[in-house]
C-alpha cells in the first residue's frame, strides 16, 4: 500500500553563477529527472526567474509529474540570504538584489519552497546521503572562485538568526596580508581560493617554473582551471604543487580554528579543486589542522573529501525542504 509519505515528491535546485542545475526526487530521494541550463546573470532577475520556473517545469514534464505531485521545493543559492523570508539580497556573478526566490517559487508551484546557503545545501546532501551520514556535527569547507563553509550540527543546518553563517572563507589567517574581495586584508579567500592559486600558478608560469602549465593553458586565469592545476602537478610542475599544497595548509589553519569552536567529528572537503586533487587537500588540510588545535583534540576529528559531487547540492537542498516540511507540520500536530 502507498501511503501519503511514499507518494510525496521532491524537488532541489542548485543555482550557481554559471550555471543551475536541478533535480526532481521521489520520497526515497531517488532521482526521477533533472535539467542543468546557463544561469545567464547578466540578463537580469526576470529572465534569470523565468529560467529557474522552465528549468522545473521541464524536469517536472519528464518526470510525468504536475506541480501538484511536489510536497516542497529547496534552493540552493550563493550570497547573502535572508531565509526567514527567502530573499536573495544579493549574489556574486549575478545580477541580482533583493530578489523573493521563496515568493515565486512557492506562487508558480503551489508548494513550500525553502530558500538556503549553496554550501550549506552541499554539507546538507553529503550529511543525509553521503560521507557524513553518522557525524553529530560535520563542518564543510569548498574551495572554489571563493571558500565557502557550512555546519550540520545534529541533524540541523547551522545559521544565524536570519541567514546563513560559516563563511569561513573571510576568516582572518594571515594578518595584514592580501586584500580580500570583500575588502579586507589576510582573508581565507585571499590566500587559498582557486582564483588565487590560479594568479599564482600563473605567475609561476610566466616566470618559467611551470613549463607544463605555460605550454598547454598560458598564464590565462580562466583557462587554469581545477584540471589544469592536477594534470600540472602530475607533469611534474613542483612550483604549482607547492602553491596549492601552501593554500591547502591555509585552509587546514582555518579548519583548526573551527574545530576549537564546534568540534567537529567530521571536516567534509568539497568543491572543484578537493575532487581533482583529494588525496593532496585532505592530507595538508589533515596535517596543518592537527598541527595548531589542542593536543586532546587531535584525534577527535577526521578530514574526508565529499562524495557526491554534483549531486550534493541539489540533494540536499531537497532534503532540507523535506525536513522543514516535516518539522512544520509536526509543529502543528
Not at 526521477?32 to 529572465?47: I, P, Q, W, Y
Not at 534569470?48 to 514534464?61: A, E, N, P, S, V
Not at 549553496?118 to 571558500?147: H, L, N, Q
Not at 598547454?216 to 612550483?239: E, F, H
Request: include cysteine.
Amino acid at each position: 500500500m502507498v501511503t501519503k509519505e511514499d507518494a510525496r515528491h521532491w524537488v532541489g535546485f542548485d543555482l550557481g553563477g554559471t550555471k543551475m542545475l536541478g533535480k526532481v526526487f521521489d520520497s526515497q530521494f531517488r532521482s526521477l529527472s533533472h535539467d542543468r541550463a546557463k544561469t545567464k546573470g547578466n540578463e537580469g532577475v526576470e529572465s534569470g526567474l523565468l529560467r529557474i520556473t522552465k528549468t522545473i517545469h521541464k524536469m517536472l514534464d519528464r518526470a510525468d509529474l504536475k506541480p501538484k505531485d511536489i510536497a516542497g521545493i529547496g534552493f540552493g543559492c550563493p550570497g547573502p540570504l535572508d531565509l526567514e523570508r527567502g530573499i536573495a539580497h544579493s549574489a556574486p556573478n549575478l545580477s541580482w538584489e533583493n530578489v523573493p526566490l521563496k515568493d515565486h517559487l512557492e506562487d508558480e508551484f503551489g508548494c513550500p519552497a525553502v530558500i538556503l546557503n549553496d554550501v550549506d545545501a552541499g554539507v546538507y546532501g553529503e550529511y543525509r546521503f553521503g560521507v557524513a551520514a553518522k557525524s553529530r556535527v560535520v563542518v564543510g569547507v569548498f574551495p572554489g572562485t571563493g571558500i565557502g563553509g557550512g555546519c550540520v550540527y545534529e541533524g540541523s543546518i547551522m545559521r544565524g538568526a536570519t541567514g546563513s553563517c560559516m563563511e569561513i572563507g573571510h576568516v582572518q589567517v594571515a594578518p595584514e596580508g592580501p586584500l580580500c574581495g570583500c575588502g579586507q586584508r589576510g582573508c581565507l579567500e585571499a590566500v587559498a581560493s582557486r582564483l588565487v592559486i590560479a594568479s599564482r600558478a600563473a605567475a609561476a608560469a610566466y616566470r618559467g617554473q611551470a613549463p607544463y602549465l605555460l605550454e598547454n593553458s598560458g598564464t590565462d586565469l580562466t583557462k587554469i582551471r581545477s584540471k589544469a592545476l592536477a594534470d600540472s602537478i602530475a607533469a611534474g610542475d613542483t612550483a604549482v604543487e607547492n602553491i596549492v599544497r601552501d593554500a591547502a595548509r591555509q585552509i587546514g589553519r582555518a579548519v583548526a580554528g573551527v574545530v576549537h569552536l564546534l568540534g567537529p567529528d567530521l571536516v567534509v572537503l568539497g568543491g572543484g579543486l578537493v575532487e581533482a586533487m583529494p588525496k593532496l587537500f585532505v592530507t595538508e588540510v589533515n596535517e596543518s589542522a592537527k598541527k595548531r588545535v589542542l593536543p586532546a583534540l587531535m584525534k577527535t576529528f577526521e578530514v574526508v573529501p565529499a562524495k557526491l559531487g554534483d549531486d550534493a547540492g541539489v540533494m540536499g537542498a531537497a532534503a532540507w525542504a523535506q525536513h522543514n516540511v516535516d518539522t512544520d507540520a509536526q509543529e502543528e500536530a
